[in-house]
C-alpha cells in the first residue's frame, strides 16, 4: 500500500521537530496537520522544496520564518567565520541542508516501500504563495519555536483514503 501525503507529513513533521530540539537545541511545539483547503500555498520569508520520487512521488516544502531561519543559521555557523557577502548564501545552505537531513532521514520510516530518490533542495525566497492543480492535495503543519515558526507542506496527488 502507498504512502498518503497525511502520512507523510506526520513522519516528516516528527523528524524535523526532532532535529530542531536535537541539532539545533530550540525548543519547539507541533501542531496536528490538516489539508489545506485553499488553492494556494502563503509562503514564509524562506522556503526549500524537495521532491521524493519512486513509489511516493511527493513534493516536501519547508517555509521558514526569517527570524527562525536566522537562528538557525547562527547555531548552524557558530563556530565558522561568514563574511557578509556570503550570509545568504549560509542561510539557503542551512535551510537545504534541515530539508535534506530531515526527509532523508524520514525515508527510513518508508522502508517497506521500494526504493526511493530525493532531489536537491531548491531556495525559493520572497515568493509569497504556490498554487495547487486540482489533481493536487497539500497538507501542512506548523512548528512554532521561540524564534519563530515554519510550515512543512507535503503535496501529493488527491486519494480517498488521506
Known sequence: MAITTHELIE???????SFLRDEMALD?????SSRVPSQRLTLRYLTTVITIGGEINMNVIFS???????KMFEIYTDELD???EERQEY?????GDMINIVVGNATADFR?????????????????SIAKSKSAEFF??????TYGSMSIFCIGPKMADA
Not at 11 to 17: G, V, Y
Not at 140 to 145: F, G, M
Request: charged content about 20%; proline content about 6%; aromatic content about 4%.
Open 11 to 17: 513522519i516528516i513533521s516528527t523528524r524535523a521537530a
Open 28 to 32: 519547539i511545539e507541533v501542531y496536528q
Open 140 to 145: 501542512v503543519n506548523q512548528l512554532h519555536a
Open 82 to 84: 561568514v563574511e557578509p
Open 64 to 70: 521558514f520564518d526569517e527570524t527562525l531561519i536566522e
Open 91 to 95: 542561510i539557503e545552505e542551512t535551510a
Open 112 to 128: 517497506e516501500l521500494s526504493a526511493v530518490t530525493l532531489t536537491p533542495p531548491i531556495m525559493i525566497s520572497e515568493a509569497k
